[in-house]
């Protein structure tokens, strides 16, 4: 049977915590070892997580020391990596970077590396995330089909080790995808519906609000060498997602600015050149079809370069 190692980065999420906690371990197929890192959680996170570790084998708690505040993006690879850093990963066939605002549904694992153990070239993958707005009704994030989602990265560790591991910077649950495919890996969320779970959090409302995610993510398209005129077929789309016009606005500025202020972008050329390649096939022919070309599951006229 195939391996699974999680890594989760933790820093207060008592609200939340439990849920995750009890997905994953009521699931059939739970992890060979789960390494929690309480990142100098204040609030009641430390205690509840010596409470699941003390009744289950697999989970391991490891204290980071705190660095005084919630830090996303970069903070949380630093996290991760910490949590990596105390284990072989190597030793194990998949890792998962899962964070601890989630609730996953029943068999999540296993339906997923099943998918991944049917093709070998499937490098990382994800189900769908949703959250439920006030009148209980689930509400999609839009996660691409070329993407896994980031609070939920599923991974071959042969591909994490050929992407080099995840990017200490914003954006890098971008940046890992794209890598893995300019290797040759595949990655995908799939849209199966039972393989979707609910994100407790909405995106990007994890720090100072969902408007400073949303201008956070903007920078985040620009820092990654994103084509501009892709970035606005986006922010189209984005319209559709809560906070919906506001929300947009904010992507945008949050782009532009970095911008108009010349600010760096991630250091390799090649990379950005990969990635606008696939950003204007896109636009030429559709996420839908760009998506399937790249996966090999494209069924019209031959597949064109991405």
Known sequence: MATLIII????????????????????????????I?????????????????????FIEVVDKPDRGQRSVGPGVIETFNYGLDTVDYRDFDYLCKLDLDLTLPDGYFDRLITKMEADP???????KAFFKNKRDQWVSEGTGDDMSAGMTKLYRTACYDDIGGFVREVMWDGIDCHTARMKGWKAFSFGDEELRFEHLRPMGSSQKGILTGRARHGFGQYFMGSDPIYFLATCVYRLNYPPYFIGSLATMFGFFRAALQSQPQYDDLEFRKFLRRYQRRVLRVGKQRACAEVLGTWKGEAAQPA
């Not at 989760?8 to 390494?35: F, G, H």
């Not at 990142?39 to 009744?55: M, N, P, R, V």
């Open 37 to 57: 890192v309480n990142d100098g959680s204040t609030d009641e996170s430390g205690t509840i997580l010596a409470e699941y570790a003390a009744k289950w084998d």
């Open 8 to 35: 989760s980065p933790c820093r207060n999420e008592a609200d939340y915590m439990r849920k995750t906690l009890d997905s994953v371990i009521n699931t059939p197929r739970q992890p060979d070892l789960w390494v």
């Open 121 to 127: 070239q499937l490098g990382t993958c994800s189900g």
